[in-house]
């Protein structure tokens, strides 16, 4: 009896980590600062008000005194991945995007 459960709670808790493996991010938020702690990373904060904002289906949200986070979520708008992106360059930021398969908005909806 107690095998079984075990069994069944495992199967539950493998499901679930397959179910959030295959989710796929459909719109990304930056939340941070709007300079405090950005000014240590000057690429960082070029990525964020450059680079960030440019991409389709993105939300920058300044928050006094965060650190700054890229936060994917899915379709569902539940949350998949969250990133503290202190540390990061401006490539490794768009690096990131771009593994989400997020794209750079077109000129004419800029």
């Given at each position: ?33 709007g300079g405090c ?74």
């Amino acid at each position: 009896m107690v095998s079984c459960a075990f069994f069944f709670t495992f199967g539950l808790l493998i499901f679930a980590k397959l179910d959030i493996a295959g989710s796929t991010a459909t719109r990304a938020k930056v939340e941070t600062c709007g300079g405090c702690k950005l000014n240590r990373y000057p690429e960082l904060k070029s990525f964020i008000f450059d680079d960030f904002v440019n991409y389709e289906n993105t939300e920058l949200k300044l928050i006094a005194g965060a650190s700054p986070e890229l936060i994917f979520f899915d379709e569902h708008d539940a949350e998949v991945k969250r990133i503290n992106l202190e540390g990061y360059n401006r490539k490794e930021c768009n690096a990131i995007l771009e593994d989400y398969n997020f794209q750079r908005k077109q000129k004419q909806d800029l």
